[in-house]
């Protein structure tokens, strides 16, 4: 693979502390994307803020104002990781969809691309900029954009089930499924928006579980013990 769109569950950076950064857990993460890419892959990077804020499962707030902060919680989380991968010894960029002081870049894919040019690891940060939009959906939109050749989805759970396995202990894990079977079954590999974007837009995915060890690294290699969502 030379270009990939990484997605990392907010919760999942939380490691079982389940809300904040756990160091330990972002740090090993880091370490496999710079392994990554010494191996000369560019990587784009979205995260979630689940690890902060679940604000659409409020009665009391504007869904729209939710969002917003969902967003900022995003932004929160891409700092954080850049941070550590730049101790790491990377150079990377925050893109955001708005202006954010002097946090971030304004996104725009020819500043992206001199970004990978520059061997830069690229977050994109604050989801697409628009409520009733996830980050799941601002990942398929960014991979799309910067064709990449597909897209990691890290998540707390290895793969994709017929249904919960957090509420079902006899969940059956695909090992490889057509992005047209997850929409027509409403599988919960991303919400509903963006595996459609995913089936018209041709763009494969592979799920598996950010705490096994060296996932990231393994996934690139084509060794993982995921989901593969084909096209």
């Known amino acids: 693979m030379k270009r990939v769109l990484l997605k990392l569950s907010g919760e999942a950076l939380a490691g079982p502390?389940?809300?904040g950064?756990?160091?330990a857990t972002v740090l090993a993460v880091a370490k496999q994307i710079k392994a990554i890419s010494d191996e000369g892959?560019?990587?784009?990077?979205?995260?979630g803020g689940g690890n902060f804020w679940r604000g659409r499962t409020s009665e009391t707030i504007d869904r729209s104002k939710a969002d917003q902060i969902g967003m900022l919680a995003t932004i929160m989380n891409c700092i954080y990781v850049s941070d550590l991968c730049r101790y790491t010894g990377m150079q990377t960029e925050i893109y955001t969809p708005f202006a954010c002081g002097a946090f971030t870049k304004l996104y725009s894919k020819d500043s992206v691309e001199e970004s990978f040019a520059q061997g830069k690891l690229v977050f994109f940060a604050g989801g697409t900029g628009h409520p009733y939009f996830s980050t799941d959906t601002a990942t398929v939109l960014r991979a799309v954009e910067i064709e990449a050749e597909a897209i990691l989805l890290a998540k707390a759970v290895d793969g994709i089930y017929d249904s919960d396995p957090k509420v079902n202990p006899n969940a059956v894990k695909y090992d490889e499924i057509s992005i047209q079977e997850v929409v027509d079954k409403k599988l919960a590999a991303m919400d509903?928006?963006?595996s459609i974007m995913c089936l018209e837009q041709k763009m494969p995915m592979l799920v598996f579980a950010l705490d096994e060890e060296n996932s990231i690294i393994n996934t690139v290699h084509g060794k993982f013990t995921g989901t593969k969502v084909t096209v």
């Open 17 to 19: 502390k389940k809300t």
């Open 41 to 47: 892959v560019q990587i784009g990077i979205v995260i």
């Open 21 to 23: 950064f756990d160091e």
């Open 192 to 194: 509903l928006t963006a």
